[in-house]
């Protein structure tokens, strides 16, 4: 490590301050108050990986299409294995914060989506939080774009109702949802209770005659299957396509001929081959697991199913859901709470009606951002990224420039959407949902996959022409 | 010098995870694991020993949060 | 501030992508690597810091030689050999 200015080493100890001052003054008011610490501490740890294993989903196959890195693909990999390991733990319990999601082809189009898009943003939801710690305006330019159209996506109606197929219109119309959701004013309302709650809610457990909350159920049926198999498939395509023609190559000059066992200790190099990421992977797929325990260990003690109740307990009523929830996943996760920021700003201020709709309305309130805990892991996700980049003499205040600021718009845009449409982003919709042995997280994930490449084809594109007008007056032959 | 602030950092960080590992852990005691279906409304029986262990633990990390 | 590409002397070239986010950095580095002769010098000036793993991972597995990193309050300089 390099010295480190001493204003950096300040700024570090004065973020870690606050959210120590935070947690005792709030503990302090009252004991429900560790409710909300657990989502901040574990946003604080996810930050401080995030920045350290530079660990970004979007940068995993666009780097890997465009310049032919796996190390993001393997990072990512690492901590989603670790991640199902040790919340198969929770999960054997039957206690688990986790709940399923639709499976069907929905959740490969919003990963399209929100491939380009991530791949535009130079971030993906998460890559962007840890980003804006590091200084990066562009990053919080993303946030905000990922923020406002999620917010306003899940309430747009009027127009947008007539491109609602009628069959979904019909089925959102029995889902029996109170009158204040309004529930055929909406498209997003109808494209949820008329389509995707139709959709199978599927685990790989489930799938192979196994039961989720047994132990063989949680090891063999969701990990194993669900998540080992699967990701040592994609590694191994990996290696096929992309790192073993180098590492034969480096072999054949070597003036030897290649064997299996060179291939396994190229298939083993490539896993290691990024030690940082590697590192933050291990710690990040832990930390996962460790925060649903201890949501699900605080909801069991406190005799809740979701923070809305606790929330009402210590008097904040505004925002609450119709059924009294707020967001509360008991686990990573980055959307969401960036729409109900924006969700509660525009009502408070706007005076718009954000409680019509299903996302807001019935499912995940808005409530305050100060009490919201989702929002509380978020903020810290910063601050832990910050404090990592302050230490380690990376943090750098980065204005936007124009061309960045337009892709960070336009990527933020596809982002938001493609979240809304798989109710998720790639840690929501894909790393948590994956490691759970939910087969729709990889459904998600073959989308992102697909959305990457076109992301790619397009800058590759862009990349080659600016390229060609630089070196315009060089001896180059292009 | 970086790195020791880093561990200071860690040290933090390590704490609060401690003190709510010990907030969620007495619970999960109860329900046991394996088989989700197995829950009584008493919960399973817990050693005394690992009762007055837990209590300690509360004190010793409440102790420290409100030092720092 | 845009992308820059200047020739410093006789094989030896210097682009600045400073400013530059993901996944920039790394698609100009190559772009310009695929232009340059055998034994060319390439000076990278970038200060995204998730693009210096990449750059490292690609030009390892390209067999290009980093002859040279410095890294200072956040900006970073690469010096990468064109194998």
Sequence with gaps: ?478 | MARTYLWIVIIIVMAFLGFMIGYAVPPFMEVGFGGGEQIESGGAPVDEELKKEFEQLYQIEEGSTESE | MAMKFEKKGEGHYMLDVTGYVCPHPQIYTKKALEKLQTGDILEVVFDNPSSSESISAMCDSNGNEIVDRKMDGGKFVFTIKKA
């Design chain 1, 1 to 478: 490590m390099e010295t480190v200015p001493k204003k950096n080493r300040t700024w570090a100890l004065v973020i870690v301050g606050f959210f120590v001052l935070v947690s005792v003054i709030s503990f302090g008011f009252h004991e429900y108050y560790v409710y909300l610490q657990a989502y901040l501490w574990f946003g604080f740890i996810y930050g401080m990986c995030l920045q350290y294993g530079r660990f970004c989903f979007a940068s995993a196959f666009r780097d890997l299409f465009a310049v032919g890195v796996p190390r993001m693909v393997v990072g990512i990999m690492i901590a989603t294995v670790l991640f199902g390991f040790t919340s198969a733990f929770v999960n054997a319990t039957g206690w688990s914060t986790f709940h399923a999601a639709p499976t069907s082809i929905h959740a490969t189009i919003a990963g399209i989506l929100f491939g380009i898009g991530m791949v535009f943003a130079g971030g993906c939801a998460s890559g962007s939080l840890y980003k804006t710690g590091e200084g990066n305006g562009v990053s919080l330019l993303v946030i905000l774009s990922i923020s406002v159209t999620q917010a306003t996506f899940v309430d747009v109606g009027g127009w947008f109702n007539k491109l609602v197929p009628e069959p979904w219109r019909l089925s959102a119309m029995q889902k029996g949802l109170p009158e204040s959701i309004n529930v055929t004013d909406g498209w997003i309302d109808q494209y949820l209770a008329g389509y995707v709650w139709n959709q199978p809610v599927l685990r790989f457990a489930e799938m192979f005659g196994m039961k989720t909350d047994t132990v063989m159920g949680a090891f063999v049926g969701n990990l194993f299957i669900g998540v080992v198999i699967p990701a040592l498939i994609l590694l191994l395509w990996v290696y096929l396509v992309w790192v073993k023609k180098n590492h034969v190559r480096k072999i054949e000059k070597q003036g030897r001929t290649v064997t299996f066992r060179d291939h396994l200790e190229g298939f083993w190099g490539m896993i290691v081959s990024s030690k940082r990421t590697a590192i933050a992977g291990l710690f990040l797929g832990i930390a996962c697991g460790l925060q649903m325990f201890v949501i699900e260990g605080l909801r069991m003690k406190f005799g809740v199913k979701n923070a809305g109740t606790l929330l009402e307990r210590l008097g904040f009523t505004y925002g609450l859901s119709a059924k009294g929830t707020v967001f509360d996943p008991g686990y990573w996760y980055v959307t969401t709470q960036e729409a109900q920021w924006v969700g509660w700003t525009m009502q408070k201020i706007f005076g718009w009606n954000f409680m019509d709709n299903i996302f807001f309305g019935w499912v995940n309130g808005i409530p305050n951002p100060a009490f919201n805990p989702a929002d509380w892991m978020s903020v810290a996700l910063i601050g832990g990224a910050a404090v990592m980049a302050l230490l380690h003499n990376e943090f750098k205040f980065k204005k936007p420039t124009k061309e960045l600021a337009i892709w960070a718009i336009i990527g933020g845009f596809f982002m938001g959407i493609g979240s809304r449409l798989a109710l998720g982003c790639n840690v929501g919709a894909f790393f948590v949902r994956t490691a759970q042995g939910d087969p729709s997280g990889w459904l998600f994930g073959l989308g992102m996959i697909g959305g990457a490449y076109i992301g790619v084809k397009f800058f590759n594109w862009w990349t080659e022409r600016k390229m060609a007008k630089e070196m315009a007056g060089l001896e180059f032959e292009l």
